[in-house]
């Protein structure tokens, strides 16, 4: 039995980047922990009833996933950038030295979203192998509408993960998301995330794939 932990910038890039690996890990029986870096706060402008609905999400994305531990870091979307870099690694190794995985899922560093390149720049740290010697593996995983929209540091990706058993199951935990998948050409849309599978998988050799950056491997 395996640990893998997902790192993201916001609720939804868990199921983009890598919602089909998600699903393969779980039936292989391994543990899956999600670490969130962003919510969503009225003072931000976000209405009472947008966050209760991505309250509501998050519910039934942890039970659809049946994650073994969800932690909400709780900072403002948007706003990673106010704050310390220091403190942003030092809640994530803290949380990370709990759960101790062997395999973790970031963002691409190139992201159009700030908040994306932040938390992957945050989990770059997390290569130090003489402060977290359990981590094996790192990829950084892509996201419709902020790794593909990045024109000056493509996404290339070494690393591709056969998803055939599991699209079909991804595209309806995208579903849940309602206020981010929207119709064709939306970059978040159904049509878009399946088609994205399929040339993948053409990279590869499979029907349906999910692509990563390997950032590091030990063995």
């Known amino acids: 039995m395996k640990k893998i932990l997902v ?14 690996t998600l699903l393969l890990h779980k039936k292989n029986k391994d543990k ?15 209405s009472i009833k947008t966050i209760s609905r991505r309250n509501k999400e998050i519910k039934k994305i942890l039970k659809t996933y049946k994650f073994d531990k969800f932690i909400d870091l709780g900072y403002r979307t948007k706003f990673l950038d106010l704050v310390a870099r220091d403190e942003l690694i030092s809640r994530l190794s803290m949380e ?3 759960i101790k995985p062997n395999t973790i899922y970031i963002p691409y560093w190139f992201d159009r979203h700030t908040d994306h390149q932040i938390v992957s720049n945050v989990s770059l740290t997390l290569t130090k192998s003489f402060r977290f010697p359990y981590i094996k593996k790192i990829y950084a995983y892509e996201i419709v509408s902020e790794t593909n929209l990045q024109y000056d540091n493509n996404f290339i990706p070494n690393s591709y993960v056969d998803i055939t058993s599991t699209i079909k199951k991804k595209l309806n935990v995208l579903k849940i998301y309602r206020s981010e998948i929207k119709k064709h050409p939306f970059p978040r849309s159904k049509e878009v995330i399946y088609s994205q599978a399929i040339i993948r998988g053409s990279e590869s050799g499979f029907k349906f794939a999910e692509a990563f950056h390997l950032v590091k491997e030990t063995k």
Do not use: A
């Open 96 to 98: 990370v030295n709990k």
């Open 32 to 46: 899956i922990y999600w670490i969130n870096f962003t919510s969503m706060f009225k003072n931000d402008g976000f």
């Open 7 to 20: 790192v993201t910038p916001h609720p939804d890039d868990e199921t983009l980047g890598c919602g089909g």
